[in-house]
């Protein structure tokens, strides 16, 4: 709990730092720190992105065959998963990528040490039109759903026929959840969103590159 606390009063120190020390305002000292920390994770991020990439755009070139076995096999749950697990094997596939989700699972203390310092933040600070951050604020609230949407659309991988309820549902989500919280908050998530949408356009990139190249097979 103490190692959990102090990372908490770091946080808390960089943006007070930011905010008063060097005059630029609580606004911009979220925009800062969170762009700080997301640039700090990608060399744990990346690595985690690349490899979901690679295995969304594998698993998308497989639907046809297991849109087979599901037609196949969709009355034996035992022989259908048999064959999933031995058709994802074939391709060098798991069901559950365990490196994935431990790679995400060692960025939540980032996230929820922001969501913890900044959940009460923002009393009287101003930002732009917001007369102050601590409480929720509509329009920043849906240009935090616009963003969450932006994140969820530059994916070229998403599957087609639910791109726009994948798009438009967290986007509402995020627009409820934030009128529910400080500004403060809306400020990080509208930057974070903006972070993961640019990092997901040059992940994007590169494994076309290299799948051009030959580097990757899919």
């Not at 990080?188 to 290299?210: D, E, G, K, M, P």
């Amino acid at each position: 709990m103490d190692i959990w606390l102090i990372w908490l009063d770091s946080i808390r120190s960089i943006i007070t730092a930011l905010s008063a020390d060097t005059g630029l305002g609580l606004g911009l000292a979220i925009v800062i720190v969170t762009f700080l920390l997301r640039a700090l994770l990608l060399p744990l991020a990346w690595p985690i992105a690349y490899r979901a990439c690679i295995r969304q755009k594998r698993m998308l070139k497989l639907q046809p065959e297991l849109k087979a076995l599901r037609e196949s096999f969709g009355d034996k749950p035992d022989v259908y998963m048999q064959k999933m697990t031995e058709l994802y094997g074939n391709h060098g596939l798991k069901l559950v990528d365990f490196k994935g989700l431990l790679g995400g699972f060692a960025q939540m203390p980032v996230f929820l040490g922001m969501f913890q310092v900044l959940r009460d933040a923002g009393d009287g600070a101003r930002f732009l039109w917001v007369p102050s951050l601590l409480r929720p604020d509509i329009l920043l609230a849906v240009v935090a759903g616009l963003t969450t949407a932006m994140m969820m659309a530059v994916n070229p991988d998403m599957p087609e026929q639910m791109r726009i309820f994948l798009i438009v549902l967290p986007s509402v989500i995020a627009i409820v959840v934030a009128l529910q919280f400080s500004s403060a908050l809306a400020v990080y998530w509208a930057t974070s969103n903006t972070f993961s949408a640019l990092q997901t356009v040059a992940l994007h990139a590169v494994v076309r590159r290299r799948i051009r190249s030959g580097a990757i097979s899919i």
